[in-house]
């Protein structure tokens, strides 16, 4: 395991010199998030109601759900549509006249709804993507997704999203976005680094697996 984190850490040496976050994770802007007022939040989702769902639950597999994602993370991805970091002009439109203080309420909000869960109670007939999942492939430098993600996909840390119970076409998006290059607001470079290497099956696999999940 040591042995493979060092090899993608190295590997990210190689990518873009370029940051691909303006968000600097200080003390002053971790509080900032932390304390996010909800009730304000809700008043400002409103707008968000017909792509996101009115409590953060899309209709729509090609705009993900945002209820019980990480707080940190919704707020760094508001804050790079808003300064370019993440390119989506729909979103960036939304996102121009937002505040500091209105992302992290935004963030609290989307935050504390309860989550999107799957039609499928029990995950079956993932066996040939679980060797990925639990253990990586040191050929290909990829990790574990458990790793980052954690054991039921329900994030970990500030920067690593959610994605249990998201809608598995939107997922599929996004790693074919990684995939491409198309999306390069990850930090260090490092779900790019991971879904170059993957094929168009196990993308497909791995989608599927964590929309059925419901930690």
Same mark, same amino acid.
């Given at each position: 395991?040591?042995?493979?984190?060092?090899?993608?850490?190295?590997?990210t040496?190689?990518?873009?010199?370029?940051?691909?976050?303006?968000?600097?994770?200080?003390?002053?802007?971790?509080?900032?998030?932390?304390?996010?007022? %909800?009730?304000?939040?809700? @008043?400002?989702?409103?707008?968000?109601?017909?792509?996101?769902?009115?409590?953060? /639950?899309?209709?729509? %597999?090609?705009?993900?759900?945002?209820?019980?994602?990480?707080?940190?993370?919704? !707020?760094? #991805?508001?804050?790079?549509? &808003?300064?370019?970091?993440?390119?989506?002009?729909?979103? #960036?439109?939304?996102?121009?006249?937002?505040?500091?203080?209105?992302?992290?309420?935004?963030?609290?909000? !989307?935050?504390? @709804?309860?989550?999107?869960?799957?039609?499928?109670?029990?995950?079956?007939?993932?066996?040939?993507?679980? &060797?990925?999942?639990? #253990?990586?492939?040191? &050929?290909? +430098? +990829?990790? %574990?997704c458990?790793?980052?993600?954690?054991?039921?996909?329900?994030?970990e840390? +500030?920067?690593?999203?959610? /994605?249990?119970?998201?809608?598995?076409? $939107?997922l599929?998006?996004?790693?074919?976005?990684?995939?491409?290059?198309?999306?390069?607001?990850? +930090?260090?470079?490092?779900?790019?680094? /991971?879904?170059?290497?993957?094929?168009?099956?196990? /993308?497909?696999?791995?989608? @599927? !697996? $964590?929309?059925?999940?419901?930690?």
């Amino acid at each position: 395991m040591i042995r493979l984190t060092l090899a993608l850490l190295a590997a990210t040496s190689l990518a873009q010199a370029a940051p691909a976050t303006q968000v600097a994770w200080t003390a002053e802007t971790q509080e900032l998030v932390k304390n996010g007022d %909800p009730a304000r939040g809700k @008043q400002l989702a409103a707008t968000c109601t017909s792509c996101h769902g009115e409590k953060g /639950i899309s209709s729509n %597999p090609a705009f993900p759900s945002l209820a019980g994602q990480l707080p940190t993370y919704l !707020y760094r #991805q508001l804050h790079d549509y &808003k300064d370019g970091s993440r390119n989506n002009p729909l979103m #960036q439109n939304f996102t121009a006249a937002l505040s500091e203080q209105d992302m992290a309420d935004l963030a609290a909000w !989307y935050s504390q @709804q309860p989550p999107a869960k799957s039609t499928k109670a029990v995950s079956t007939g993932f066996e040939g993507i679980m &060797k990925l999942i639990e #253990q990586g492939d040191s &050929k290909r +430098i +990829i990790p %574990p997704c458990r790793v980052c993600h954690g054991e039921e996909g329900q994030g970990e840390k +500030i920067d690593t999203p959610r /994605i249990a119970g998201q809608s598995a076409a $939107y997922l599929e998006q996004t790693l074919k976005a990684y995939h491409d290059g198309s999306r390069h607001n990850d +930090i260090y470079s490092r779900m790019r680094l /991971i879904a170059e290497q993957l094929t168009e099956q196990e /993308i497909r696999q791995l989608s @599927q !697996y $964590y929309a059925t999940l419901q930690p």
